[in-house]
């Protein structure tokens, strides 16, 4: 039996989000001689469910502040003597950082910096100096392939393409990267970045692509796409993002950068009707109470995103080689089951009246 004071402490920010509680969830369950302090500062984006779930293993400890608060964060670094760090925290969604970019710019560039600065500190003596005790400690920073801007038809992006931001969001998180770059370059604090692709899955927030189309779905209300619906994402299943994650946290090289993403390439109308396919089979014989034939009627073209970027696609050979990572979620299965796991919450009208229709 492992004592409290032997296990080690990771600060994971931003673990209420989609992929932080994703992450959480796992990590807990695989590692017991952890503790994790989530600090996250609750913002429209949190999932509500994951405080329940969690709160009551003894190896997990929340806080609800911001990555920008350097006084909390220090606190925390010296109350729980912090070991390890896994930055999830950050505004995420493209749209909004169109409509209101400044706080995509403190939380994800100015919020990172304090944190890491801390760590830094923390962990470190000077260049090159790490303090006795620290010499495993990691920042591990999570990112996005949208740092590397739009590809045309072919190409994928890999650890060395050139970072091309075309968001305010992309550009902050473009920002961070580099930010964590230079501590490794100038002080040779230990840290690891990694770039994924598109993530779906359980506990996503309502406002992304997949979440959308699904509520929009059990609504009955027509499914937005943006465009000509031809732009072209990577997705990859929360899951399988996780399991890197932990991969990279642990096996990964101080300073190195890695893609994560799982060849699985759609267009956003290819997605859409792989939805609504799905759809339409979990309802059969029931559409007729929705008043539809098929949920591909409810699909509709809108005005296109400012800036959108065409096509992402990720190599993640570098980090396969390193680890042996593969993703194992069939996409076609994942999707079926993140639609389930929408179904089933009871959070809203719109998917209550859903689960009574189709469920
Ligand atoms: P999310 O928006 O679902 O969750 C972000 C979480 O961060 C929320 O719980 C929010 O409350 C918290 N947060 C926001 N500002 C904070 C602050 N100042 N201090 C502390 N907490 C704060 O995001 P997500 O989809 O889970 O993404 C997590 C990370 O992964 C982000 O850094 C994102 O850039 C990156 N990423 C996401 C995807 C994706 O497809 N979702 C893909 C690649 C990379």
């Known amino acids: 039996m492992i004592n409290d004071y032997e296990k080690k402490k990771i600060l994971v920010t931003g673990g209420s989000g989609f992929i932080g509680s ?3 969830l796992y990590f807990l369950s695989k590692y017991p001689n952890y503790h994790i302090i989530n600090l996250d500062k609750l913002t429209y984006a949190a999932t509500e469910g994951l405080i329940e779930e969690i709160n009551r293993n ?10 920008e608060n350097r006084e909390l964060v220090q606190h925390i670094f010296t109350t729980y003597d912090v070991k390890g760090v896994i930055n999830f925290a950050a505004e995420s969604h493209v749209d909004n950082s169109i409509a209101n970019p400044e706080v995509f710019m403190t939380t994800n ?4 910096f304090h944190l890491l600065n801390i760590a830094y500190n923390y962990w470190m003596d000077g260049v090159e100096k790490i303090k006795p005790g620290y010499e495993l400690s990691r920042f591990h920073h999570i990112s996005t ?5 739009a ?5 994928v992006f890999t650890e060395n393409s050139n970072y091309a931001p075309n968001s305010p969001y992309s550009a902050s998180k473009a920002s961070s990267d580099l930010i964590i770059r230079s501590y490794y370059k100038t002080y ?5 970045t990694t770039n994924c692709s598109n993530n779906y899955g359980p506990r996503q927030n309502k406002e992304k692509l997949i979440p959308t189309i699904i509520r929009s779905a059990l609504a009955g209300s027509y499914i937005p796409v943006y465009g000509d619906g031809k732009n072209v994402r990577d997705w990859l299943h929360v899951h399988d993002h996780v399991t890197a994650i932990d991969l990279a946290f642990h096996e990964g090289i101080s300073g190195e950068t890695y893609n994560i993403g799982s060849n699985n390439e759609w267009s956003n109308i290819e997605l859409v009707e792989k939805i609504c396919n799905i759809l339409d089979k979990k309802a059969e ?4 109470e929705l008043e539809l034939e098929s949920f591909h009627q409810l699909i509709q073209l809108v ?10 696609a990720i190599d993640s050979t570098k980090f396969s080689r390193k680890t042996g990572w593969v993703p194992q979620i069939q996409f076609e299965n994942g999707l079926s089951q993140t639609i389930d796991w929408y179904i089933a919450q009871n959070q809203t009208k719109i998917l209550q009246g859903c689960v009574e229709k189709i469920g």
Do not use: A, K
């Open 151 to 155: 590809l045309g038809e072919i190409g």
């Open 145 to 149: 392939d949208e740092v590397y801007g």
């Open 303 to 312: 005005e296109d995103r400012p800036g959108h970027d065409w096509r992402y």
């Open 22 to 24: 994703n992450f959480i």
């Open 188 to 192: 040779g604090l230990n840290v690891v």
């Open 285 to 288: 014989g029931r559409l007729n």
């Open 109 to 112: 560039i100015m919020g990172t």
């Open 58 to 67: 003894e190896n997990y400890t929340f806080i609800q502040g911001s990555i």
